[in-house]
């Protein structure tokens, strides 16, 4: 048997110990190879259709940095978890010692491992991605609203970057793994497994302080929602929370088990001995990963779930009730010519429409004014409910966004009180009574202009003082927006981003124009946000698999001295029932506590962000919640079944 062959049979030899390592490298090679595939994908390099120049930037940079943060955080956890399994192996490395291997053969032995993991990972991470690759394609092309789905291709630069990228990776880990065993003596190396561990302590100062920090992050969070909309309110507040949630798993959760155990009650009642003794152990030894995983965790089901509704048709909707819309500034025949190349697409298309038009009046305190009748048709039309008014001095408000329309719900909600408004349109001035608000988004506008709707009659007088001012003024000018409604206004997909750009490019003698279609609105949007759903929700999944690993490796790393206590315990009469609910308990700590923290601090996010937007984003981040939760959940069941079964078999 030659050296390399001996390299081999240790890798298989601990193969148990190895696996966790094994299974999160080809992981997160299938990740780097996904991102590899998109970021040489011909549709997204020459541009999606419907996407603007911004999405097809995003999508080639965004690829990339994923690419560098995917390299990075697989180097570092790699790292990290070499070291962890090679601190199990230090009797077997002070053993070959003994017998008489060098350093320099027992750093060439390292080597080889890592390089013998390395490319056997690189090979079946890069084979998984192949595999799944039309699935990831389609996924990513219904995510990117791709209507006929991403075309498959042979990714030849996606397999030699991901190739070359995790071999610099591998070789420089295995280059590492000798650093990590050089320090400690031969008699170090032999005995490390008797040791003994410290009891873990905690400071009661700090888990109080760990409470105060997410109390006061969370309430720092809401100020920032309710009383000061300051950027470093929030900024400070988060940072509350993280600090908060570190000392939690660090310092609270080893005081509380402490406490718990102080009560000889509770402490002594059939297997709470065993049970909280050792979870004492396996709290402190994985507080950091449990910190780290909540906190991620935290973080993708908010941002992920906040995407995901932002990305919902029935949000572009909200905003824009209009499948298309043309503001036209002067009455020129170029804006005639534009409004009719709009109907005649739509007639050639067979696509049910209804038109309607209003030109608003600029009233002296920077507030809309709209005539009922224009406003009637186009409720009318979007199925709204018709209002009337007193001819003379009657009003109301309308929503122009979700931010008034909220508000003004509001004011309908907790009674409407009518009041009267000073209206003043240039020269002439007329106070108004108002009447309860519309709560419907009719007239849209991305400002903050207040709108208000008058009287056909109390219009035409306003209309008359205003073009009193037009007439004086060569440089003044008003404007007109035509809107279209259209019932299926997704249906229009085939043929309106086509039909913008041909009128964006139509020349006009005066004045400027503008023109938006709903469906590209919600496409950019949608592209927008699918792209950094894939970047978020494929990193977030790698660190969930890296945590995951992290988790197995630890169970298994103590699975001999967990072994050897069981043992003893057995035969003193430890019961298979009891080992079992010992373990459960254990183990359902371990993989839920951090879910259960990353849910109460998503929870709270949800409930401040809703005060700010006028859409639920608890619906999406719970269907994100609970695919992790399962993804959890089977995870739990199977590492808790191998576990088990590993015990039955060494319980006497």
Not at 157 to 175: E, H, P, R, S
Not at 207 to 221: D, E, H, K, N, P
């Amino acid at each position: 048997m030659n050296f390399r062959q001996f390299a081999i049979n240790n890798v298989v030899r601990n193969k148990r110990i190895y696996l966790a390592h094994f299974l999160s490298s080809t992981f997160s090679v299938m990740i780097f190879f996904t991102y590899a595939l998109l970021l040489f994908h011909p549709d997204l390099k020459e541009g999606l259709k419907g996407s603007s120049g911004t999405v097809t930037l995003l999508a080639n940079q965004g690829f990339m940095i994923a690419e560098m943060i995917i390299f990075i955080f697989s180097f570092l956890f790699l790292l990290y978890s070499v070291g962890s399994f090679l601190k199990t192996r230090k009797k077997e490395f002070g053993i070959f010692l003994i017998i008489g291997m060098t350093r320099k053969q027992m750093n060439r032995l390292l080597f080889m491992e890592n390089m013998c993991i390395g490319i056997a990972a690189i090979i079946a991470g890069t084979g998984l991605g192949m595999i799944f690759g039309k699935l990831i394609l389609l996924i990513c092309g219904s995510m990117l609203a791709v209507e006929n789905s991403l075309r498959f291709y042979f990714p030849l630069k996606g397999i030699a970057l991901t190739a070359g990228a995790f071999l610099l990776l591998f070789g420089v880990i295995a280059l590492c793994s000798s650093l990590l065993i050089r320090k400690g003596t031969l008699i170090d190396l032999v005995k490390s497994e008797e040791k003994p561990k410290p009891e873990p302590k905690a400071s009661r100062l700090l888990a109080i302080l760990s409470v105060v920090l997410i109390g006061g992050g969370y309430a720092g969070v809401f100020t920032f929602v309710w009383v000061n909309f300051s950027f470093p309110l929030l900024l400070g507040s988060v940072v509350m929370v993280i600090a908060g949630t570190y000392l939690l798993f660090t310092q609270l959760s080893v005081y509380v088990i402490r406490a718990l155990k102080s009560n000889p009650r509770l402490f002594y009642r059939k297997t709470n001995l065993l049970f909280l003794s050792e979870l004492t152990y396996r709290m402190k030894d994985n507080a950091v990963m449990f910190f780290m995983v909540s906190v991620i965790s935290a973080s993708a089901f908010t941002g992920i779930g906040t995407m995901l509704a932002v990305a919902d048709p029935g949000l572009s909707s909200m905003t824009n009730p209009y499948a298309f819309t043309y503001t036209n500034y002067w009455d020129t025949p170029e804006a005639e010519e534009n409004i009719r190349q709009i109907e005649e697409s739509l007639i050639e298309h067979e696509v049910p429409y209804v038109k309607g038009s209003y030109t608003p009046l600029y009233e002296n305190s920077n507030r809309y004014i709209i005539k009922l009748s224009e406003y009637n048709h186009l409720a009318k039309a979007l199925g709204y409910e018709e209002r009337t008014l007193d001819k003379e001095n009657g009003a109301f408000m309308t929503p122009a966004n979700l931010t008034a329309r909220k508000e003004l719900r509001k004011q309908v909600e907790q009674g409407f009180s009518p009041t009267m408004v000073d209206l003043e349109v240039e020269q002439y001035h007329q106070q108004v009574q108002l009447s309860p608000p519309a709560t419907q988004i009719v007239i849209p506008n991305e400002g903050k202009m207040d709108i208000y709707v008058v009287s056909d009659e109390l219009f035409e007088k306003m209309k008359r003082a205003y073009n009193e001012v037009i007439e004086m003024s060569e440089d003044f000018y008003s404007n007109k927006m035509t809107q279209f409604v259209v019932e299926d206004w997704m249906g229009t997909r085939a043929f309106a981003p086509e039909l913008i750009d041909s009128i964006q490019k139509q020349p006009f003698t005066k004045g400027y124009f503008m023109v938006s279609a709903l469906v590209v609105d919600w496409l950019n949007s949608k592209q927008t946000n699918g792209i950094i759903l894939i970047l978020s929700g494929l990193i977030g999944i790698v660190f969930f698999t890296f945590a995951a690993s992290f988790t197995y490796f630890r169970l298994y790393a103590d699975l001999e001295r967990d072994e050897a206590q069981y043992r003893m315990i057995g035969k003193m009469g430890l019961s298979r029932p009891e080992l079992r609910k010992i373990v459960t308990r254990q183990l359902l700590l371990m993989f839920f506590l951090p879910l259960l923290i990353a849910l109460i601090h998503s929870s709270v996010a949800f409930v401040a962000l809703q005060q700010l937007v006028d859409f639920s984003v608890v619906g999406h981040s719970l269907r994100i919640f609970l695919v992790f939760a399962s993804m959890q959940i089977v995870y739990f069941a199977l590492v808790r079944w191998r576990y088990l079964r590993h015990m039955y078999s060494k319980l006497v």
